[in-house]
């Protein structure tokens, strides 16, 4: 303990200059946890989160009672999470591979800035673009290949409505990460590969890709645990909620938001995010101890 003392009186210009971002973290990530004991309780507005009455594990047992909506919902979510994760990386890597092969650095740093837009623009302003382009009366797409697909309508159809919808607003910014390793490889590899005769390709196959690989590896991990999270706004907003394509579509966040609406049921709430957060936990340390066996340099921890 003295040495702590000592320690943290010794730095104590970095200890001042951290406050203020340790106070927001603890204020808005930890403090807010205390809410997780809804999950144990039958929650009322009268009596409030404390003196609300236990009802055990009432809460996780509505949440899997109905077996055929929660198989679905959490196939829903798993999946889309791995078709999000495989395209989105390997299109993350290989545009950053692009931009940065480029001969005329200043197109790449136009076209990176205008890749990075998308990002800012929100899914409320999205589900309109969506509609714009599928819309069975006046949408691009039916007017221009002369159709009247209901796609509002097409359960089957969303998966990749959604993968495009998610590639296009996140692959700029999603790539900016990977081009800053890119920058920081030694050009002298590269020198040494021209030396040896290697071509472009050997040369992205043997030098880029394999210092990209610790910082996908990272990535994967942190994403990990967000495995049973979803972003509400693609599921809910650009859907327009619509009940004919939830087999499809409805994963737990939306799900939830869904219930909150009908039932303002918050102890159900801090159930699902309760069980959301214990399986992303448990996930991502599997993900991270297998890693630390097969590579230990690339793990979190």
């Known amino acids: 303990m003295k040495d702590f003392l000592r320690n943290t009186w010794k730095h104590r210009a970095h200890v001042v200059m951290a406050l ?22 039958n929650f009322n507005y009268v009596d409030g989160i404390w003196k609300s009455p236990w009802n055990g594990l009432n809460n996780f047992k509505f949440l899997i009672a109905s077996k055929a909506t929660f198989i679905q919902i959490t196939r829903n979510t798993i999946l889309y999470y791995l078709l999000f994760t495989a395209v989105g990386t390997f299109l993350n890597v290989t545009l950053a591979i692009m931009i940065d092969k480029l001969v005329f650095k200043r197109m790449a740093k136009t076209m990176q800035t205008l890749m990075i837009i998308p990002v800012f623009i929100s899914y409320a302003a999205v589900q ?12 691009i797409i039916n007017h221009t290949l002369n159709t009247s697909t209901r796609f509002y309508s097409a359960a089957n159809l969303w998966p990749w409505i959604l993968l495009v919808v998610k590639i296009w607003k996140d692959t700029g910014y999603g790539s900016v990460l990977y081009m800053s390793v890119l920058a920081g490889i030694d050009s002298e590899l ?43 706004g693609l599921f809910y907003q650009v859907t327009r909620n619509s009940g004919v394509l939830y087999e499809t ?9 869904n219930a909150i609406f009908k039932n303002s049921n918050f102890g159900f709430v801090a159930a699902t995010s309760f069980f959301q957060s214990i399986v992303g936990l448990l996930l991502m340390l599997f993900a991270n101890t297998t890693v630390r066996r097969i590579a230990p340099e690339n793990a979190l921890f």
Do not use: C, R
Not at 20 to 41: D, E, H, R
Not at 128 to 139: L, P, Q
Not at 249 to 257: A, G, N
């Open 20 to 41: 203020p971002v340790f106070l927001i973290l603890f204020f808005i990530m930890y403090v807010p946890m205390a809410g997780l004991v809804m999950a144990f309780k």
């Open 128 to 139: 309109f673009i969506v509609y714009a382009f599928i819309s069975s009366d006046t949408g």
């Open 190 to 232: 590269y020198e040494a590969a021209d030396i040896d005769g290697a071509n472009s390709w050997q040369k992205i196959f043997h030098i880029t890709i394999p210092s990209l690989i610790p910082m996908v590896t990272v990535m994967l991990l942190l994403s990990v645990g967000s495995v049973m999270h979803s972003d509400t």
């Open 249 to 257: 579509t409805q994963v737990i966040d939306s799900f939830v938001l």
